[in-house]
């Protein structure tokens, strides 16, 4: 245990969080038990260990562990958890978990056993914590930790401290607010290095961040989606080229039957492949209004834009770039459906992304989200001001 403290007190010392993420508001910390789940490289070790400094300090009350140590093959978490709430802790911070067997029955059995510990747990984005998950469905609080929003990138890197907007207030004051921010910054300096490498938050480390982005994504596929989802070592390559092929032409139509004969395997596999990486949040799925898996989506996106950049022998084309943005800014916050002609529906909004100079589309309750724009009009708004939704 002392060894944990130990671990525990430099870490929380040394932790370097320099934009604050609005998750941390939005958790309820009263919970007993909450699952921060999110993408391979978004930050969650960093959240933990915010979270531990703000409300804690050192105190030895909250402790910070992770399923890396060896210490977790000969000892249960059971035990472990019973000797830290025996010395008087009361909040602990579990990393990595799924790589503990029986992660989801210990987490019920400290929930069931120790009515005053709160434990707050990291998981990837593909692990079930609610639907299908029967040990803890009915106890966790499951959260999502997604990558930074062109807000907090920009409040990092020119040192601004902007909030965040609803859908509503953007639409109902979007001039106002984009000639406010402009009066302080000017976003467009800095969106075009946030569509090639701001959303994880490793572009601050000191290494190449393609290079970086390309072994976290083989991580995802290694260990996010065979190993969690159980899948064996010889349909790695099978997944690797189906991701390949998407990520070379989306945004697209997903035609399953192309696809299952340029993999060699069936059309079931190939849409189960889809939505694993999916879950490991490599892709968007864009469905009609009604429809989800497993029908077929109605168009296949990259999660983010980076990972069109990474895998892009050329520059992107601006409108897989500009409609890739928009989705993943929307579908942060809201439910996002197809809408008419290729847009997105947000309630009864409906969005798309223009590249400058195209000519506008003009509709009823339809909003132009146009690039290089600093400041709108009407039905106009800048695609910058939706990065500032999260």
Known sequence: MESFIRTHRYLVEHVQSPVRRMLMDEIDW???????????????????????????????????????NFYFTQHSLVDFAGEFYNRGGRTLLIDQTFKYENWSKELRECYDKFPELHIVFSGSSVMRLIDGNEDLSDVVKSYNLRGFSFREYLNLQAGTSFEAYSLDEILQNHEKIAAEINKTVKPLWYFPDYLHHGYYPFFLENHNYSE???????????????????????????????????MNTAPCALNVSQLSVEIETSRATIMNYIKYLQDARLLNLLYPAGETFPKKPYRVFLHNTNLLYAVSMSKPEEKSVIDTYLYNMLHAR?????????????????????????????????????????????????????????
């Open 30 to 68: 009263n919970d007993r038990l909450i699952g921060i789940k999110g993408s391979r490289g978004v930050g969650k070790t960093t959240f933990l260990l915010q979270y531990a400094k703000e409300h804690f300090g050192t105190s030895s009350k909250c402790l910070y562990i992770n399923f890396n």
């Open 212 to 246: 970086n982005l390309l072994k976290t994504m083989n991580m995802m596929l290694e260990v996010d989606i065979l190993l969690i989802k159980q899948i064996e070592l010889k349909y790695l390559s099978k997944i690797r080229k189906l991701l390949h092929i998407l």
């Open 334 to 390: 809201y439910k996002v459906n197809a809408g008419k002609k290729g847009t997105f529906l947000v309630g009864g909004a409906e969005f798309t992304a223009c590249a400058a100079g195209q000519r506008m589309r003009k509709s009823p309750n339809l909003y132009n989200a146009i690039n290089s724009l600093e400041v709108g009009k009407e039905n106009q708004i800048p695609l910058w001001l939706f990065g500032f939704l999260y």
